[in-house]
């Protein structure tokens, strides 16, 4: 079957799937539909998600109800509530031009009236989550008596879930005769298992991966330390201030942690899984759905078979253990020609995974460099000016007031205004990132090309060989000393720009830093009696060795800069040990709200 054309579809379904833009079957559709319409024989067919299995079965349960008959012919069977309702308005908009087709979801969370008066009316296709089914079929609402076809969809997460034993029971209710479909992305040797004693010697149809690997849909990887992946996620949004996307998480609780956390610093996103009511769950999704949420946050289970178009990203928080529900992950982006990214944050000890990722799903991850503070910056800079060039002037409203205003800002010439209003709308963004680490992992970066990539990597193997001296200074956060004023007065200790300037350790009454070694005496010379923030300063040597050899050396790299910049490292507050022996501690950042 190449067009739906070909096939006995009736006319009223194909206009309406004409209408919904569906031009030809889909491989999975191409496949079902026909056997469908011909066959009594049970399926069992596996596509990954998006690859409009709803339609496969959905097209040939339309066009085989008996309208007359009033009593349910098709039975579809789902985990969730959300999929429940997508299901039946998925397959009432393709029944649109068949009059008094009734389909009807019922699904737990909600109440049972408004779902036993739409049983009552004569549903023809009933999609039900199990839990629901089971207790209408017992409570004698729903027959199952005269079921034609029972649909298990996602039959395997309906497994996860725990539905097996209200699958079981209602299969039992069903006639012997009636025709068995499993569809799924996919399919466990467990729920062949157990469907086997109610499918009759099913056909098994499965289509090649699609999208996997197009050009459209890229796979990039992150790798950093594991107490790093939330500020990768921070910087990912970011980096793209018009994501669309979901992050998976592992677990329910890493699901909510990380949700909080973004929320808490200002993103726009939310949480989906299991341990939410379903009213929330129906308000997150909803808000995703209208875009009211760019990031949503979600376990498997609780995004299994949504149907979300238009993702821009797809983050995998944590890589899952099995290569192919990466496959299914990633498929949420990228669709229908559409470009999309799916991203992999992972640690060095996950190559494994990566590896093993690739070689199933025959994909190549890009191994990319997390954005620095800078990249972000010029990128929200860059989006700031485009919004300011696009933004609509209403010229009669502020007309009244700019009088007053062209007065005020006589003073600035053109550029100091510009100056003036990029800062005035940026500066807690730079304030965030202006120390902003290098959190990239170093080891097993593929070779570099290019002639930029070659400079920086000399760069880098220059500081690497620069030694450093560990000092102490008498003033730290409490004398608002901060990292950058640090840097500052370092080179102007130094009459100059260009010193080497390794980790920064900001105290509440001290400070440690590191220094080209070169630069020891003229340092201390110069420095000590100088006045900061009205105390006369005192610089010492902490110890004899660099701080470096007595770190860990993941980080060591990582965090030295050159002086003139502005990042640094500032430690945890309060660590009172001015002989510089702080080896050993946690570092940790300071919590720093993300601009609005
Ligand atoms: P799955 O159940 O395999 O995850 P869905 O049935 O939810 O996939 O379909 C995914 C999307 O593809 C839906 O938006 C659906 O409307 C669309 N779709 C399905 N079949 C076709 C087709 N033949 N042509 C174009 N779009 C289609
Ligand atoms: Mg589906």
């Not at 029944?95 to 979801?105: E, M, S």
């Not at 201030?241 to 956390?261: L, Q, S, V, W």
Request: charge should be positive.
């Amino acid at each position: 079957m190449k067009r739906f054309t070909d096939s006995d579809l009736s006319p009223e379904i194909l206009k309406a799937i004409a209408e919904l833009g569906f031009e030809k079957p889909t491989p999975i559709q191409a496949k079902t539909i026909p056997h469908l319409l011909s066959s009594n024989q049970d399926i069992i067919a596996t596509a990954q998600t998006g690859t409009g299995k709803t339609a496969a079965f959905g097209l040939p349960s339309i066009h085989l109800t008996e309208i007359k008959n009033k009593y349910p012919q098709t039975l579809v069977l789902c985990p969730t509530r959300e999929l429940c309702v997508q299901i039946s308005k998925d397959i009432a908009s393709y029944a649109k031009f068949i009059d008094g087709l009734n389909v009807v979801p019922i699904y737990g969370g909600a109440g049972v009236d408004q779902q036993l008066r739409a049983l009552r009316k004569g549903a023809h296709i009933v999609v039900g989550t199990p839990g629901r089914t089971k207790d209408m079929v017992r409570r004698k609402k729903l027959t199952l008596a005269n079921i034609e076809r029972v649909i298990l969809d996602e039959a395997d997460e309906m497994l996860t879930m725990g539905f097996k034993e209200d699958m079981e029971d209602i299969l039992a209710q069903t006639p012997k005769d009636k025709q068995t479909l499993l569809f799924s992305a996919t399919m466990s040797k467990k729920i062949i298992a157990i469907t086997q004693q109610y499918m009759n010697n099913p056909i098994e149809m499965s289509v090649a991966k699609v999208n996997m690997g197009a050009d459209n849909l890229k796979h990039l990887l992150y790798m950093v330390q594991a107490k790093d992946r939330y500020e990768v996620l921070k910087r990912i949004a970011d980096m793209n201030p018009n994501i669309y996307g979901i992050t998976f998480c592992r677990t329910r609780r890493e699901t909510k942690d990380i949700a909080n956390k973004l929320m808490h610093d200002g993103y726009n996103a939310d949480a989906i899984h299991g341990d939410l009511s379903q009213a929330q769950r129906d308000e997150v999704m909803g808000r995703f759905r209208k875009r009211q949420l760019q990031m949503l946050v979600a376990t498997d289970v609780a995004a299994r078979g949504l149907d979300v178009n238009d993702l821009t990203h797809v983050i995998n928080y944590n890589l899952p253990d099995e290569s192919e529900i990466y496959v299914h992950r990633s498929g949420r982006t990228g669709r229908a020609g559409k470009s999309g990214i799916s991203i992999a944050i992972t640690h060095t000890r996950e190559m494994y995974k990566i590896k093993d990722i690739e070689k199933k799903a025959r994909i190549k991850f890009s191994r990319e460099l997390v954005p620095s503070g800078k990249d972000i910056c010029q990128k929200q800079l860059l989006s700031l000016i485009d919004k300011i060039k696009k933004v609509e002037v209403d010229n009669y409203q502020i007309e009244q007031f700019l009088p007053e205003i062209y007065e005020k800002l006589e003073s600035l010439d053109r550029e100091n205004l510009i100056k003036h209003f990029v800062s005035a709308e940026f500066n807690r963004f730079l304030a965030y990132y202006k120390n902003a680490r290098d959190i990239n992992v170093k080891s097993n970066m593929p070779k570099e090309r290019g002639s930029k990539n070659k400079r920086e990597r000399q760069s880098r193997g220059e500081r690497r060989r620069t030694p450093f001296s560990s000092f102490y200074i008498n003033v730290g956060s409490k004398n608002n000393l901060n990292p950058n004023r640090l840097m500052g007065l370092i080179n102007e200790g130094l009459r100059s720009g260009d010193a080497v300037i390794g980790k920064i350790e900001i105290m509440k009454k001290f400070s440690f830093f590191e220094l080209e070694e070169s630069k020891k005496s003229l340092l201390i010379k110069n420095l000590n009696g100088m006045d900061f923030e009205g105390v006369p300063l005192s610089v010492e040597l902490a110890s004899e060795k660099p701080i470096t050899s007595r770190t860990n050396s993941n980080d060591d790299d990582s965090s030295r800069k050159r002086g003139r910049g502005n990042r640094g490292r500032d430690r945890k507050r309060g660590q009172k040990n001015p002989s510089g022996n702080w080896r050993g501690k946690k570092s940790g950042s300071k919590k720093r709200k993300k601009p609005e």
